[in-house]
């Protein structure tokens, strides 16, 4: 049976009433749909389908697509997205890619080089290539957001290119158990130099050698994640900025492990300054930190970085050892007793706890962005929307 994509008919008096239909369908729900809206494209991929297999998906594929995915195993089905616009979905479950020893230009399961591309649903899993960067998701040239995806045992789990004008979101993700040859940093996400980097609502844990989350980025912003490399991790840096840029951390739960192979948990402008500006905002955070024999929560290289932390809690044995120039403001203490069940990453206050309602006006941070919490991560990874002023200290506000 041939293989070929679900796109509307050519037949003329058919395609006008399908606009129609399409129109008076969004008016009936008070919006107005236009012409493109009523004829996307939308391709089915699956065993059953036509189009069985996302290389000749994306072989197939044109701009503005919706690519809607049936839920299963593909196995060595590797493809490279090239156009702008696509949509990539999951339907009726899980999709799991397993790359068994497959990639596509040597790079990864996934290679995306458009504007507007989305992938929701899909799990990523033992990407390997030739010079051992194999990466669940590379991504090359555009714009990508990624939601919903798990990365799991590939030597680097998503990674891209250094472009200015590339940018990454990636939200209600999971990133765990990078695995690279012996001697080389296998880092859960790795973003290179591009313009911006968003992630939120997402976990990582259980590095090996490489860092949980590193970014070149000039512009971050991570917002209510959970990066606890727990029992077995063997992370280096839990968070790194190693060159700089500015970078808005709010809300997170990040945690190095007894077995930690770098005593920092966060590390700032560690291989040079390069961007223009070089700002870091730390707010509602909980770093913790189960070295025992004590770790380093920030390290921040000299020069010209501006670094400003308010409303953080500190857990664990480790040093926070501030420069005179940071503005640092209530950024308390807390022992382990503070928590309702520390030793299960729940870092709850307890209802009694001298801590709760410790918080001071953090005001804005740059560019006008808001630095007081609106969310917090919600397990196994997600966003759990807040209803008011945040109230505690650190990354949880609720219970």
């Known amino acids: 049976m041939p293989e070929d994509a679900q796109t509307p008919t050519r037949n003329p008096k058919l395609m006008r009433r399908q606009l129609m239909l399409g129109l008076a369908g969004a008016a009936a729900m008070g919006g107005v749909a236009t012409a493109a809206q009523a004829q996307v494209a939308v391709m089915r991929v699956g065993p059953s389908e036509s189009v069985r297999s996302l290389a000749s998906a994306a072989a197939k594929a044109r701009p503005g697509m919706v690519i809607e995915v049936m839920a299963g195993d593909y196995v060595g089905?590797?493809?490279v997205w090239r156009h702008d616009g696509l949509s990539l979905k999951a339907v009726g479950g899980r999709v799991r890619l397993i790359a068994n020893g497959a990639h596509a230009e040597g790079k990864g399961i996934f290679v995306t080089k458009g504007r507007g591309i989305s992938i929701e649903g899909f799990d990523f899993i033992g990407a390997q290539v030739p010079d051992t960067n194999g990466a669940g998701i590379r991504l090359e040239t555009g714009t990508l957001k990624v939601k919903d995806c798990s990365f799991s045992r590939c030597e680097m789990g998503l990674l891209t290119s250094n472009f200015p004008d590339v940018e990454l979101e990636v939200e209600n993700c999971e990133f765990f158990d990078c695995q690279r040859p012996p001697g080389k940093p296998a880092h859960l996400l790795y973003a290179g130099a591009i313009g911006k980097l968003v992630v939120q609502g997402s976990y990582f844990h259980h590095g090996r050698t490489g860092h949980l989350l590193k970014s070149r980025?000039?512009?971050?912003?991570?917002?209510?994640?959970?990066?606890?490399d727990e029992v077995g991790g063997r992370a280096s840096?839990?968070?790194?900025?190693?060159?700089?840029?500015?970078?808005v951390v709010i809300g997170n739960i990040i945690q190095q492990s007894a077995q930690t192979e770098n005593p920092h948990l966060i590390a700032f402008g560690a291989e040079g300054y390069t961007h223009t500006r070089n700002e870091l905002w730390l707010a509602h955070n909980t770093l913790v930190d189960n070295r025992p024999s004590g770790g380093v929560y920030l390290r921040v290289a000299p020069g010209s970085a501006q670094v400003r932390a308010y409303n953080n809690l500190l857990v664990g044995g480790g040093r926070?050892?501030?420069?005179?120039?940071w503005d640092i403001r209530n950024n308390l203490d807390a022992d382990w007793e503070a928590f309702v069940q520390a030793a299960r990453e729940n870092y709850a206050l307890k209802p009694g706890s001298r801590l709760r309602g410790r918080v001071i006006d953090t005001g804005r941070g740059p560019d006008g962005f808001s630095l007081k919490p609106t969310y917090q991560y919600q397990h196994p990874r997600g966003l759990m929307a807040l209803n008011g002023a945040a109230l505690q200290p650190g990354a949880v506000q609720l219970p």
Not at 217 to 228: D, E, F, G, K, V
Not at 320 to 325: G, L, N
């Open 320 to 325: 926070f050892s501030p420069d005179a120039s």
């Open 77 to 79: 089905d590797v493809a």
């Open 217 to 228: 980025a000039a512009l971050n912003h991570i917002l209510y994640n959970r990066l606890t």
């Open 237 to 247: 840096y839990e968070l790194e900025f190693p060159n700089g840029g500015v970078a």
